[in-house]
């Protein structure tokens, strides 16, 4: 499911957190050293993100976010935050290329590249969560 999240929208909030659940409190994001990826360079992603991406000329990155029972790929174009909301049960993880991740859901795709071993980590932190919920 695509939303746009840049606004306070109470409909859109209780979508997410019935989707992928409530954030973690303060205490749970430090006992599991953190929650959040670094920003990651999209290689490709599918028409509909294309389309949304497409709309302005800057380099196109995102970030990830692990909530209790999926994920959410943030990104942005123009002025507008998007968020691509992923339950854990419809979360397909691939490691194509050697630094190229791809993230699929329904008919959403999207390929990222990663930088370092801290952004390999993050991939590996989030199949071991999805492996114990």
Known sequence: MLRNVSYKNSKIKDEINTAVGFPFSFFERIKMNGIGSKNLRIKSCSEEIKSILNLDNNDNKCNIEIRRQGIIVFFRSLLETYGLIIPFYKLKIFKGESNV??????????????KNKDDHKFFKKIIRYREIT
Request: avoid cysteine; glycine fraction near 0%; charge should be positive.
């Open 101 to 114: 991740y791809s993230i699929y859901s329904d008919k959403h795709l999207i390929k990222v590249f990663v």
